[in-house]
């Protein structure tokens, strides 16, 4: 009877802090934060950024039409979305995500950079320099989106997958858009400012920013990018952890009778 009593009560404590986790607002968790808000936000914002004003750019800087512009927007897109949708299928087989976002970060500053090349002292480059550094931006862009939403998901402390993917769908959907509407304004205050090389030093200065944050996060023994709950992110691995739980209490508790 005892144990009985015990197992009712540790079963009862465990079914109320699941439901406290179920309620609980995901933007509480600083991980669903840094990654939702914070990195999702300045990726799309700079990418958005620079995407709004890259006809300008080659207009004024390099004397381009905008067929040019067009031109290297739709071949970037079209590689981008190439690169983006293979980097997600191996990174739903067993390619990690969180070097995907590390080395995409890496990839979007370095690119933000050389888009002016006049930021590094380079003198009279050809335009196709900007043009490559713009495709390898969208690319890295591209996978970092793409590697950040399971992420979220696999932090998400609701049991159920449906309503976690829904949780955190809105949180991806809240700092990828919300860096679409900012980038571009904050974006045109700054060449208002600035000039085109100054904006993308100022660009490639938050993005560098970003990327040392994370990378002290991580280096510190943080979960942002190796959720803690990815053993137990399938139905049967919750199911067989939670068989496990509930073994080793009653082994516990036997002990102790």
């Not at 958005?48 to 071949?75: H, P």
């Not at 002016?116 to 009279?124: F, K, N, Y």
């Not at 399971?150 to 976690?164: E, K, N």
């Not at 510190?220 to 209490?249: D, Y």
């Amino acid at each position: 009877g005892a144990l009985n009593d015990s197992l009712k009560t540790a079963e009862d404590d465990e079914e109320e802090e699941e439901e406290e986790a179920d309620n609980s607002h995901p933007l509480r968790s600083m991980n669903v934060f840094l990654l939702g808000i914070f990195l999702l936000g300045t990726v799309g914002g700079a990418e958005m950024f620079i995407s709004s004003f890259l006809s300008l750019y080659f207009k004024s800087v390099y004397g381009k039409s905008e067929a040019v512009t067009g031109t290297v927007m739709m071949v970037t897109g079209a590689v981008d979305s190439g690169v983006t949708a293979v980097v997600g299928y191996f990174t739903d087989k067993n390619l990690s995500r969180s070097a995907v976002v590390l080395i995409g970060l890496a990839f979007l500053v370095l690119s933000t950079a050389l888009l002016s090349p006049a930021t590094l002292g380079i003198q009279g480059p050809s335009y196709l320099i900007p043009c490559a550094m713009f495709g390898v931006l969208e690319v890295a862009s591209g996978v970092i989106q793409v590697s950040i939403l399971p992420l979220l998901i696999l932090h998400d402390t609701h049991r159920d997958v449906t309503s976690a993917t829904e949780r955190m769908t809105r949180i991806y959907n809240a700092g990828f858009y919300g860096g679409n509407f900012f980038g571009p304004i904050i974006g045109g205050a700054l060449l208002d400012w600035l000039n085109y090389s100054g904006s993308f030093a100022v660009t490639t200065g938050l993005l560098g920013g970003v990327l040392v944050v994370v990378v002290v996060v991580q280096c510190r023994g943080g979960s942002l990018l190796t959720p803690q709950r990815l053993e137990s992110s399938t139905p049967a691995a919750a199911a067989a952890a939670e068989f496990e739980s509930i073994n080793g209490r009653l082994e516990v508790q036997t002990t102790e009778l």
